[in-house]
C-alpha cells in the first residue's frame, strides 16, 4: 500500500507565497514520477505542474514563472513552490505519485486526499 500525505495549503492573500509538501510513504520500489493537480470548485481537476525520476519538469501554462516544482528523491517528497498566487489558483491541490511497488514489481498510481489553497483579500 502506498499513500501520499499532503501539507501547506491555507489562506493567502493575492500576491502571496505559499509552499506546498507531498510525502509518499509505503511499500515502494521506485518512483517514476510526482505530479501537483488541481480542481477548483465547478470545474474540471488539471494538471499543475509534474516532475521525473530525472529531474525534467512540465507545467501548466496558467502557473509558469509562477510556480516551482522540486523533488526529494531520499526522502520521496514532493514539493511545489508557489508565489504571485491569483484569486484564480484557488483550489483544491491534489498530490499524484506514479511508479512501482516493492512486492511484485506491479505499478502504482495514487493520489493523496487535497489540500485547500484560497487566495482571497
Known amino acids: 500500500q502506498v499513500q501520499l500525505v499532503e501539507s501547506g495549503g491555507g489562506l493567502v492573500q493575492p500576491g502571496g507565497s505559499l509552499r506546498l509538501s507531498c510525502a509518499v510513504s509505503?511499500?515502494?520500489?521506485?518512483?517514476?514520477?510526482m505530479a501537483w493537480h488541481r480542481q477548483a470548485p465547478g470545474k474540471q481537476r488539471e494538471l499543475v505542474a509534474d516532475i521525473t525520476s530525472g529531474g525534467s519538469t512540465n507545467y501548466a501554462d496558467s502557473v509558469k514563472g509562477r510556480f516551482t516544482i522540486s523533488r526529494d528523491h531520499a526522502k520521496n517528497t514532493v514539493s511545489l513552490e508557489m508565489s504571485s498566487l491569483k484569486p484564480e489558483d484557488t483550489a483544491v491541490y491534489y498530490c499524484?505519485?506514479?511508479?512501482?511497488?516493492?512486492?511484485?514489481?506491479?505499478?502504482?498510481?495514487?493520489w493523496g486526499q487535497g489540500t485547500e489553497v484560497t487566495v482571497s483579500s
Open positions: 509505503g511499500s515502494i520500489f521506485s518512483i517514476t514520477a
Open positions: 499524484n505519485a506514479v511508479g512501482t511497488l516493492w512486492d511484485n514489481r506491479a505499478p502504482f498510481d495514487y
